[in-house]
C-alpha cells in the first residue's frame, strides 16, 4: 500500500433489510411504529424512575439508565434503517460510517456492563438482604454507570484503532442496514485475517466474560432463594426471567455476529435487529407491564399531570407545583 491514495472509497452503498419495494414499505411502517414506541416507552421509564421518589432506589436508578442506553442503542442506525427504506439509492458517507461502528460499539459494551451492574445489584439484594443499603449506596451505583460508560468507551477505542487505517479500494457494498464491522473489514482491500481475529478477540472477551458473570449471578440467585420459601423463589423467578430474557436476546445475536465473524451469514442483519430493536423495546414492555411498582408510579404520574393541566386551565396565574 502507498498510503498516500489507498483509500479511495468516499462512501459505502448499503443494502438494506430487504430489496422488495412492497417489503420496505411495510418495513418502514412497522419499524416507524417500533422505533415510537422504544423512544416513547424508554423515556416513559426514565421520567417516572426521576419523578417518583419511592423508586429512588438502585435498581430504577440502574434501570432508568439502561433505558437512556437502550434509546442511543436503538437511535445510532434505526431511523438512517427508516428513511432508507424510502430510498431507492441507500449510501453512507466514509465518516458515518466510522462513526456508526464507533456508536455501536460504545452503546453494546456500555449495556453489558449495565446489565451485569443490574444483576449485581438483584445478587445483593436476594442473598444479602441485611447488608443492600450499605453495598449499593448512591455512590456504587454512580460508579456502575460510568464503569458501563468507560469499559464501552475503551471497547469501540480499541475496535475503531484497528479499523481506521484499513484501506478500502474496491467493492463498497454492504449488505445490512448499517455499517458493521465484520462486514466492513471484509471490504478492506487488504488481508484483513488478522484484524478480524482482533475483532473477535476483543469483542468475544467483553461479550462472553459479561455473559458469564450473568449466568454465575443468576445461578447463585436462585440456588440462594431455593433454601429459602417457595414464595422468595417464585418473586425472585419472575424477576429473574424477565433479566434472562433480556440478556438472551441481547447477547445471543451480539455473540453469535461477532464471535464467529469470519464467515459473515445473511442471518446476521436480521440479528443485529434484535439488539438494535428489540431488546430496547423489551425494557419498557417488561418493566411497566409486570411490575406493580413501576405501574403504580406511571399511574399517579398521569393523574399528576391531568390534575396539574386541569388546576392551570382554572387559573393561569398560580402555577401549581408537581408536588
Ligand atoms: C443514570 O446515571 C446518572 C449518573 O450516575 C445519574 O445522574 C442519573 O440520574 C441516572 N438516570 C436515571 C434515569 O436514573
Same mark, same amino acid.
Given at each position: !500500500? ?5 483509500? $479511495?472509497?468516499?462512501?459505502? $452503498? ?46 430504577? =436508578?440502574? @434501570? ?21 427504506? @424510502? ?7 466514509? +465518516?458515518?460510517? *466510522? ?37 449499593? +449506596? ?8 460510568? %464503569? ?49 481475529? @482482533? ?11 459479561? =455473559?458469564?458473570?450473568?449466568? *454465575? ?14 414464595? %422468595? !423463589? ?7 426471567? %424477565? ?11 451480539? *455473540? ?10 445473511? $442471518?446476521? #442483519? ?21 411490575? #406493580? ?31
Amino acid at each position: !500500500m502507498d498510503g498516500t491514495n489507498s483509500s $479511495v472509497v468516499s462512501e459505502f $452503498v448499503l443494502l438494506g433489510l430487504s430489496s422488495s419495494q412492497e417489503l420496505q414499505l411495510f418495513f418502514f411502517v412497522v419499524f416507524s411504529m417500533l422505533y415510537g414506541m422504544i423512544i416513547l416507552g424508554n423515556l416513559l421509564i426514565i421520567i417516572t424512575v426521576t419523578s417518583d421518589a419511592r423508586l429512588h432506589s438502585p435498581m430504577y =436508578f440502574l @434501570l432508568g439508565n439502561l433505558s437512556f442506553i437502550d434509546i442511543c442503542q436503538s437511535s445510532f442506525a434505526t431511523p438512517k434503517m427508516i428513511a432508507d427504506f @424510502l430510498n431507492e439509492h441507500k449510501t453512507i458517507s466514509f +465518516n458515518g460510517c *466510522i462513526a456508526q461502528i464507533f456508536f455501536i460499539h460504545l452503546f453494546t459494551g456500555g449495556e453489558m456492563v449495565l446489565l451485569v451492574s443490574m444483576a449485581y445489584d438483584r445478587y445483593v439484594a436476594i442473598c444479602k438482604p441485611l447488608h443492600y443499603v450499605t453495598i449499593m +449506596n448512591q455512590q456504587v451505583c454512580t460508579t456502575l454507570v460510568l %464503569a458501563s460508560w468507560a469499559v464501552g468507551f475503551v471497547h469501540t477505542l480499541s475496535q475503531l484503532s484497528f479499523t481506521v487505517n484499513l484501506p478500502f479500494c474496491g467493492p463498497n457494498v454492504v449488505d445490512s442496514f448499517f455499517c458493521d464491522l465484520p462486514r466492513m473489514t471484509k471490504l478492506a482491500c487488504l488481508d484483513s485475517y488478522t484484524i478480524e481475529i @482482533l475483532i473477535v478477540v476483543n469483542s468475544g472477551i467483553l461479550s462472553l466474560s459479561t =455473559f458469564f458473570l450473568l449466568s *454465575i449471578s443468576y445461578i447463585v440467585i436462585l440456588v440462594t432463594v431455593q433454601y429459602k420459601s417457595s414464595a %422468595a !423463589m417464585a418473586k425472585a423467578f419472575s424477576t429473574l426471567s %424477565a433479566h434472562i430474557m433480556v440478556v438472551t436476546l441481547f447477547f445471543g445475536p451480539c *455473540i453469535f455476529i461477532y464471535v464467529w465473524p469470519f464467515t459473515t451469514y445473511p $442471518v446476521d #442483519k436480521v440479528l443485529a435487529i434484535f439488539y438494535t430493536i428489540f431488546t430496547p423495546i423489551l425494557n419498557p414492555i417488561i418493566y411497566t407491564l409486570r411490575n #406493580k411498582d413501576m405501574k403504580a408510579a406511571m399511574r399517579k404520574l398521569v393523574t399528576r399531570k391531568l390534575k396539574s393541566k386541569k388546576i392551570s386551565e382554572i387559573s393561569l396565574i398560580t402555577r401549581p407545583s408537581l408536588y
